[in-house]
């Protein structure tokens, strides 16, 4: 493991065994109590904190002890808290020990992992390079990995969108299909989606939304989403017609769906996906203006309040074992990546409701994360917001980049907290950057806004 901001995010059995060779790895000092001299070493209990305060640190430790507050490093693609593929490759490195303590031990059998993506709407730019330019859905969910060639500030005059930011220029590097392996390849993976899916839908270029239907098929079948929140501003983009024909897609797609309903009951009620017997509960909620609230028989989205958190929190805190928040929040304005007062004390209230992780959206910008210790050894993980995932706005580097946030659960407490970082080529196809160069942009834009270290630089 390293530190959580370490640009490091893999590395291959030959590079570990090189710098344990170098003393450059802190180890248990338990296991070596009869070798002379002893390598570099700490008890395991304190190993945790010396990597929390000493971020750049390598070191091995017994795999149970790992925090969301640290990062694991998947080593040649054996990866302890990574998918299921990828727990089931050999792992280079164990140790033979006498009597283990057992918080130390690590059960495979144990770890889920969930994929959470960014904003998505894929109409605009999205449906113009799918439908207008003839490229299809399949090349709009086929993206890979990029890189950058140029970021530069935004040539428009003053006073236009985009003035006083920067944008990037990039090209695809290959590894079609990526993003799609990256997220089907979770246990769970859930999406904040935004527009309406209607049959009278068609190519727009304002902001009135409405989507194909042909994008349910692959944002079930390519991307492996198993839920998604439709607790957003643009649900009535197409009328209330539009909007309940949008519930019968999703429905009809089987996508489990909350946060939006025929009435305030069914909007309020939590979807909730089981994994080998452990159940992830999902509630979803919105404050951005644009749609409806939904209220008795009046069907709308979940509006984010006190009384409608607690209430659907509540009810999936009585059906799952761990229940994750989705809210659709902005503070009172979109385009930042700061907390505002009110987003403070919505988190202070999700997490007293009983929520055990926060994966937050409505900004377009990728915003700051939190830890929060909830008792014991619970810690829950906030994200403010993903930023753009397959939502065509290319007049800023913020809002053309994004992180897919990855959770890996030991049991029902939260493990890992990952974020692979992504940028949107076209305004339309989300493709993968490498998080120890250009993918830095965006995480250390995350780091900072966290106030947690930037230790590298794109």
């Known amino acids: 493991m390293t530190g959580y901001t370490n640009p490091v995010a893999s590395m291959t059995e030959a590079q570990v065994r090189a710098a344990l060779d170098a003393g450059d790895v802190l180890q248990p000092c338990e296991f070596y109590t009869a070798i002379n001299p002893v390598p570099p070493c ?35 693609g054996a990866d302890l808290f990574g998918n299921a593929d990828a727990r089931a490759q050999p792992w280079p490195f164990t140790q033979e020990w006498g009597d283990v303590p057992d918080e130390w031990l690590h059960d495979p059998d144990r770890i889920r992992t969930l994929v959470s993506l960014g904003d998505s709407c894929p109409d605009r730019g999205v449906a113009f390079a799918a439908v207008t330019q003839g490229r299809g859905w399949e090349w709009v969910f086929g993206g890979g990995t990029a890189e950058y060639t140029a ?37 769970v993976t859930v999406d904040d989606f935004e527009c309406p899916v209607v049959d ?37 983009d197409a009328g209330t017609d539009g909007f309940l024909e949008t519930l019968d897609k999703f429905d009809a797609a089987r996508i489990a769906r909350t946060g939006a309903g025929r009435d305030l009951d069914e909007a309020l009620e939590p979807a909730v996906v089981e994994v080998n017997g452990l159940r992830f509960g999902f509630v979803g909620l919105n ?4 749609s409806i609230a939904a209220a008795p028989g009046q069907p709308g989205v979940a509006w984010l309040t006190e009384e409608n958190m607690r209430e659907s ?9 761990v229940v994750l928040c989705l809210p659709q929040w902005w503070g ?37 994360i939190d830890f929060t210790d909830l008792g014991g050894d619970r810690v829950g993980f906030t994200i403010m917001s993903h930023g753009n ?70």
């Not at 990037?168 to 590097?173: A, E, I, Q, Y």
Request: proline letters at 7%; aromatic letters at 8%; one cysteine or more.
């Open 313 to 321: 929190v509540g009810r999936a805190r009585e059906i799952a074992d």
């Open 200 to 236: 009278d839908w068609r190519v727009n270029d304002g902001v009135i939304f409405t989507i194909d239907p042909r994008v349910l098929p692959r944002l079930r079948d390519d991307y492996g989403v198993d839920v998604v929140t439709l607790a957003a501003n643009h649900l009535f």
């Open 287 to 290: 404050e951005i203006p644009g």
């Open 389 to 458: 995932f397959l939502f065509g706005q290319e007049w800023s580097q913020q809002t053309q980049e994004g992180v897919i946030v990855e959770l890996s659960f030991r049991g029902d407490e939260l493990a890992q907290a990952r974020m692979h970082p992504y940028i949107m080529l076209e305004q339309a196809q989300t493709n993968l950057t490498d998080p120890e160069t250009d993918g830095l942009w965006v995480l250390n834009r995350i780091y900072e806004a966290s106030e947690l270290p930037i230790l590298g630089t794109p």
């Open 151 to 187: 970021v530069y500030p935004n040539p428009v005059p003053e006073g236009f969108v985009g003035n006083g930011f920067n944008i990037v220029d990039g090209v695809r590097t290959g590894n079609e299909g990526a993003v799609a392996e990256l997220v089907s390849g979770a246990d």
């Open 42 to 76: 700490a008890d395991a209990a304190d190993l945790v904190a010396h990597v929390i305060a000493n971020p750049t640190v390598l070191a091995l430790v017994p795999a149970g002890l790992v925090t969301p507050r640290v990062k694991a490093l998947p080593v040649d």
């Open 332 to 368: 009172g304005a979109e385009y930042h990546a700061t907390w505002y007062p009110s987003l403070r004390t919505q988190q202070e209230i999700f997490f007293d409701a009983g929520c055990d992780q926060i994966l937050g959206h409505g900004t377009h910008w990728s915003g700051p």
